[in-house]
């Protein structure tokens, strides 16, 4: 998998934001997002490296439940991608930048994009 696909991994539950936006109770509305930004890090299971995209790559997923998500490769050195999902219920935007540090036998991993 590259980069780009683990961000469109991350739509995987979004019917979540869908019956949150639909939802009157401002309770549940808070249960059904915040389950959803719960489920992101079911996407963080796999801990290999992911193929780092050449730039200009894009990859894009179409009608998952109504969702269409494009991400590209904006940078290669520093690795930049940037992400768009959208539907009738929500936009969303996110930006993958980290900045490393390779200390001997450890590395050190600092996520700059949101």
């Given at each position: 998998?590259?980069?780009?696909q683990k961000m469109?991994?991350?739509m995987e539950y979004s019917h979540l934001l869908d019956l949150a936006d639909e939802c009157e109770d401002p309770y549940m509305r808070l249960v059904y997002s915040a389950s959803f930004f719960?489920?992101?890090?079911?996407?963080?299971?796999?801990t290999w490296k992911p193929f780092n995209p050449i730039l200009g790559e894009t990859y894009?997923?179409?009608?998952h439940g109504g969702?269409?998500?494009i991400a590209?490769?904006?940078?290669?050195?520093?690795p930049i991608s940037a992400g768009h999902a959208e539907n009738e219920h929500f936009t969303y935007d996110i930006t993958s930048k980290v900045k490393?540090?390779?200390?001997?036998?450890?590395?050190?991993i600092y996520p700059l994009g949101r």
């Open positions: 998998m590259s980069m780009l469109a991994e991350l719960v489920s992101v890090y079911y996407a963080f299971q796999r894009e997923l179409a009608n969702l269409t998500f590209e490769q904006v940078s290669h050195h520093p490393t540090k390779f200390l001997g036998n450890s590395i050190e």
